[in-house]
């Protein structure tokens, strides 16, 4: 158990729908990291927060959102959903901005009919 | 898409077994990762390099960080039934973003 919680678990919406997917951090970590594991992608990178403000984005779809509050769990907002954002959603948590100290939770698995 | 080529894209071995894995890029990397996902979970991080060259081992995993900075590898010793996953390389830019291999998935047999 890495101490990052994600909910839900799984998530079935149809297309053209709106969900919110959550992330509570590690307690005490400030930093919020969002990444996307698809079949045909792999695992990519989404965006970053760090203490309720956005650090880093990386390819993430201007349908997606995202934002941290300041009792620092974040939510990531899935909007116009289509097939292909059919996929595993991690979030993953740090004591501050870092590389080799990312604890990723168990994930939401998103599926779009 | 994808920096890094990672292979092999799967693998089965004998329990018991030595195998190896490895990751390369046509750019150069200050940090090199290995991370493990078992199914259901999230990616775990196993080892860490930071310096070209450096060779790190975590109890029957050794990993190293090319010389070129352009590659790594994975060795997993005496597999057991629980080395069972999906391995994948990541590489760090400097602002904190994680880019993953496709993965190493390794199934072993008993």
């Known amino acids: 158990d890495s101490g990052v919680t994600q909910t839900p678990k799984h998530l079935i919406t149809a297309t053209g729908q709106r969900v919110t997917l959550r992330c509570s951090p590690r307690?005490?970590?400030?930093?919020v990291y969002w990444y996307q594991q698809s079949l045909d992608q792999g695992l990519q990178f989404l965006i970053h927060y760090y203490n309720g403000e956005e650090r880093a984005k990386g390819n993430i779809l201007e349908r997606f959102s995202a934002q941290q509050f300041p009792d620092l769990h974040s939510e990531l907002n899935l909007s116009s959903l289509e097939l292909g954002d059919s996929a595993l959603y991690f979030c993953?948590?740090?004591?501050?901005?870092?590389?080799?100290?990312?604890?990723f939770g168990p994930g939401t698995r998103l599926t779009v009919l | 898409g994808q920096q890094l080529n990672q292979s092999p894209q799967s693998m089965f071995i004998q329990e018991g077994e030595d195998v190896s894995m490895n990751c390369t890029s046509s750019s150069i990397f200050n940090t090199w990762l290995w991370y493990k996902q078992d199914p259901g979970e999230g990616p775990v991080l196993l080892i860490a390099l930071y310096k070209a060259g450096e060779l790190t081992s975590n109890g029957r995993l050794t990993a190293q960080f090319g010389i070129t900075r352009k590659d790594s590898f994975l060795n997993i010793s005496a597999s057991i039934p629980s080395d069972v996953g999906i391995y994948f390389c990541a590489v760090a830019s400097n602002d904190y973003k994680l880019s993953f291999g496709a993965g190493t998935t390794v199934t072993v047999r008993a």
């Open positions: 307690s005490g970590d400030l930093s």
């Open positions: 993953a948590s740090s004591p501050r901005p870092s590389t080799d100290t990312q604890y």
